[in-house]
T-cell receptor, first 115, second 113 residues
């Protein structure tokens, strides 16, 4: 149990639709990151939020966007869904940032299937 | 850029066998290194970490030593159990590198009774 909760756990969307995934970070953690894990691959960094501001972004197009709220919970939004967006989306939290001594906690993930 | 390379799986062992999963990295700087484990249908759990050269991370019988000279962080366990069956990911983190973890492709371990 990492204290990081994600919702929904599973969902199916149609190509072209939009999706919102949610994450509640561990209590007191002000940094949230999102990763995409395609089947059989390692997670790929999408972006990170620190104190409600984007604080690093991986190689993902602008249709992947996010928010962080004052309570440090976060959302990942994906517009114009493509079939290749089908993956497990992982949220990770840490404090006070992903410094070398800090532990990064992952949630169970949200499985997205695009048909 | 930064990258992590793991041995391809699956690795199939009998219970009580010795485990080694190789991990090497390429990084511009001095990264922190991690091993994460993913059980079927679950998210990632931190298994162990090392933040500087020659550090040894250990947890639940697993060990890995940060070898700067060979840029490696191999995972070992002396006697595996069926319950260790999972996918293992090696990862690195670098300060000022987008604040992200860079993962290897994962190695599936299957332990047979």
């Amino acid at each position: 149990e990492t204290g990081v909760t994600q919702s929904p756990t599973h969902l199916i969307k149609t190509r072209g639709q939009q999706v919102t995934l949610r994450c509640s970070s561990q209590s007191g953690h002000n940094t949230v990151s999102w990763y995409q894990q395609a089947l059989g691959q390692g997670p790929q960094f999408i972006f990170q939020y620190y104190r409600e501001e984007e604080n690093g972004r991986g190689n993902f197009p602008p249709r992947f966007s996010g928010l962080q709220f004052p309570n440090y919970s976060s959302e990942l939004n994906v517009n114009a869904l493509e079939l290749d967006d089908s993956a497990l989306y992982l949220c990770a939290s840490s404090h006070p940032g992903q410094g070398p001594g800090n532990t990064i906690y992952f949630g169970e993930g949200s499985w997205l299937t695009v048909v | 850029g930064n990258s992590v390379t793991q041995m391809e799986g699956p690795v199939t062992l009998s219970e009580e066998a010795f485990l080694t999963i190789n991990c090497t990295y390429t990084a511009t700087g001095y990264p922190s290194l991690f091993w994460y484990v993913q059980y079927p249908g679950e998210g990632l759990q931190l298994l162990l970490k090392a933040t500087k050269a020659d550090d040894k991370g250990s947890n639940k019988g697993f060990e890995a030593t940060y070898r700067k000279e060979t840029t490696s962080f191999h995972l070992e366990k002396g006697s595996v159990q069926v319950s260790d069956s999972a996918v293992y990911f090696c990862a690195l983190w670098l300060n000022n590198a987008g604040n992200m973890l860079t993962f290897g492709g994962g190695t599936r371990l299957m332990v047979k009774p």
